[in-house]
């Protein structure tokens, strides 16, 4: 197989390379219907062909891509929940969220808005796995009885915001954005509102 590029597909590394690719594309154009695959084949360096000897068609590349997006806003969410206690740690970790979302417009609704993935075993174990890091830490935070609901609350505040930012409802400057994503944490959520109760 030769390629464009200097080498980059040893060892098997095709699939790899080819997910690399569709990320670059996925992220300049922010829209996950425009990606296509003759043009990520281009971007990796092989032929058209190529990327179906691992992918069957569009919307399986683009379930990977949202599998490797998922994972990195898991990975996004676990570092701020190292910032300590419900106080610190729930709004770092909504700030986390919406600013994965603001920086990476087009992976966000491919992972959230768009088909691919729904039916998908790997999408939804990976998407699952994003969720825990939120449940655990509610987990430490809210009483059994209450986490479901304060799960759904939560997420829904933050997704809610993160949506309305990229869809230009809500406008705030680089320097607001921890403010704003803090203020309404704290306002609205189960556990920034103060419902936090022992057990």
């Given at each position: 197989?030769?390629?464009?590029?200097s080498?980059?597909f040893?060892?098997g590394?095709?699939?790899?390379?080819?997910?690399?690719?569709g990320?670059?594309?996925l992220l300049?154009?922010g829209?996950?219907?425009?990606l296509?695959?003759r043009e990520?084949?281009?971007?990796a360096?092989?032929s058209?062909?190529?990327?179906?000897?691992?992918y069957?068609?569009?919307?399986?590349?683009?379930t990977?891509?949202?599998?490797?997006?998922?994972?990195?806003?898991?990975?996004?969410?676990?570092a701020?929940d190292?910032?300590?206690g419900?106080a610190?740690?729930?709004?770092?970790?909504?700030?986390a969220?919406v600013r994965?979302?603001l920086?990476?417009p087009?992976?966000?609704?491919?992972?959230?808005?768009?088909p691919?993935g729904?039916?998908n075993?790997?999408a939804l174990?990976a998407?699952?796995?994003?969720t825990?890091v939120?449940e655990?830490?509610l987990?430490?935070e809210v009483?059994?009885?209450?986490?479901?609901?304060a799960?759904?609350?939560?997420?829904?505040?933050v997704h809610?915001?993160?949506s309305?930012l990229?869809e230009?409802r809500i406008?705030?400057?680089?320097?607001?954005?921890?403010?704003?994503?803090?203020a309404?944490v704290?306002?609205?959520?189960?556990?920034?509102a103060?419902?936090?109760a022992?057990?």
């Amino acid at each position: 197989m030769s390629t464009s590029r200097s080498g980059p597909f040893h060892h098997g590394n095709l699939p790899h390379a080819l997910l690399d690719a569709g990320m670059e594309l996925l992220l300049a154009s922010g829209e996950p219907g425009a990606l296509s695959l003759r043009e990520v084949a281009r971007r990796a360096g092989v032929s058209a062909n190529a990327p179906y000897r691992h992918y069957a068609d569009k919307d399986a590349l683009l379930t990977a891509l949202a599998v490797r997006g998922y994972d990195a806003l898991a990975e996004c969410l676990s570092a701020a929940d190292g910032a300590g206690g419900a106080a610190e740690a729930i709004p770092a970790m909504a700030e986390a969220y919406v600013r994965f979302a603001l920086d990476r417009p087009g992976l966000f609704r491919l992972m959230y808005a768009y088909p691919c993935g729904r039916s998908n075993a790997e999408a939804l174990a990976a998407a699952a796995r994003c969720t825990a890091v939120i449940e655990g830490r509610l987990a430490r935070e809210v009483p059994a009885g209450r986490r479901p609901a304060a799960l759904l609350a939560t997420w829904s505040l933050v997704h809610g915001l993160a949506s309305l930012l990229l869809e230009g409802r809500i406008v705030v400057g680089p320097g607001g954005l921890a403010e704003l994503v803090r203020a309404t944490v704290a306002e609205l959520t189960p556990v920034g509102a103060g419902g936090v109760a022992d057990g």
